[in-house]
């Protein structure tokens, strides 16, 4: 069932994910199609989540904007006391600008292993931090292994900060810890996006990638092929995973397998290899002190794909 509405304020709407923008151009979504989408998010009783470009809106539109209940999501350029999400892309930013912040960062895999001994800093001020591997689907096993030791060098960073007494929200190692199951993106179940051009998108990732593979638009509503592929229910290895803090993102998906509800070997083994982690978090916490008594311990397991229990 549907619960978020993203609307691409401009065709170079800041990426809080794993695609690019391809567009160099801008190009606001007009009034006339912001008024309906909005009016569509209300019809539906869907969560509006606004994605803003880095320069400021006219205020015509702005005064549209807060007509409803919504979040906004804007790059660190346009960061200003009306932002609910900042997205971070690369590792030039400031600290203290961040503090409080729920924070996006955007990164590459090479970029991470070089610079991931800065995120204690950003660990210890913002209210919560998700680093996005914008590469994920390139990391090799030489990479993986490199993963492995860079996230329990994040997981030592986590749990001192623990242990001084804060509860850092950080989505590679803290946010398995709270779920209790698969807690992922939802493009194509949950969220929609309604692009500049007034078309619906499984989300901003097909736009930018084909701005022809719309699912619907604004005067005819949604038409979405195969909907129930996009649903946990529909995806025969993510469902019985339990590394539920995984994306699974479903672009990547189709990128790398050509099936939306088939992860590739890369999103799985990066995900285990963070559950993994996040299980060495929990079993070292609970040896200093309690932590967490009513969540269930990690079980261990001996694979970091899936599909090597199939093959098997």
């Not at 199609?33 to 205020?59: S, V, W």
């Not at 804060?166 to 190692?173: G, M, V, Y």
């Not at 930018?208 to 509503?221: P, Q, R």
């Not at 290895?237 to 990128?255: E, G, H, P, S």
């Amino acid at each position: 069932m549907l619960q978020y509405l993203v609307i691409l304020l401009d065709d170079t709407s800041v990426s809080f994910c794993h695609y690019d923008v391809t567009k160099p151009e801008r190009r606001l979504i007009s009034l006339d199609d912001l008024r309906q989408g909005i009016r569509f998010g209300m019809m539906e009783n869907l969560m509006i989540q606004f994605i803003y470009p880095d320069y400021a809106l006219p205020q015509e539109y702005l005064d549209v904007i807060d007509t409803i209940d919504h979040s906004n999501i804007k790059p660190l350029s346009a960061l200003d006391c009306e932002t609910d999400i900042v997205v971070v892309d690369g590792w030039k930013y400031n600290v203290a600008k961040l503090n409080g912040a729920v924070v996006v960062l955007r990164t590459s895999w090479n970029q991470l292993s070089k610079n991931h001994n800065n995120l204690k800093g950003l660990l210890n001020v913002v209210m919560r931090l998700s680093v996005v591997i914008t590469d994920v689907e390139r990391m090799t096993a030489s990479d993986h292994e490199q993963y492995k030791a860079v996230l329990e060098l994040l997981g030592k960073d986590v749990e001192s900060i623990c242990l001084s007494g804060k509860s850092p929200q950080f989505n590679l190692l803290t946010d398995r810890l709270m779920l209790t199951e698969m807690n992922n993106c939802g493009a194509g179940d949950m969220t929609i996006t309604l692009a500049p051009n007034g078309k619906f998108y499984i989300c901003p990732a097909f736009y930018y990638e084909n701005e022809a593979d719309s699912v619907g638009d604004l005067n005819n509503g949604l038409n979405i092929k195969n909907r129930q592929l996009y649903s946990l229910d529909h995806a025969p290895i993510c469902r019985k995973c339990d590394a539920w803090q995984c994306r699974r993102c479903v672009w990547l998906n189709r990128k790398t397998t050509l099936e939306v509800n088939i992860p590739s070997r890369e999103q799985c083994v990066a995900a285990h290899l963070e559950r993994n982690t996040s299980r060495q978090l929990m079993l070292s916490l609970r040896s200093k002190g309690t932590f967490l008594p009513d969540i269930e311990e990690i079980k261990e397991i001996d694979y970091l794909d899936p599909f090597e229990i199939i093959r098997q």
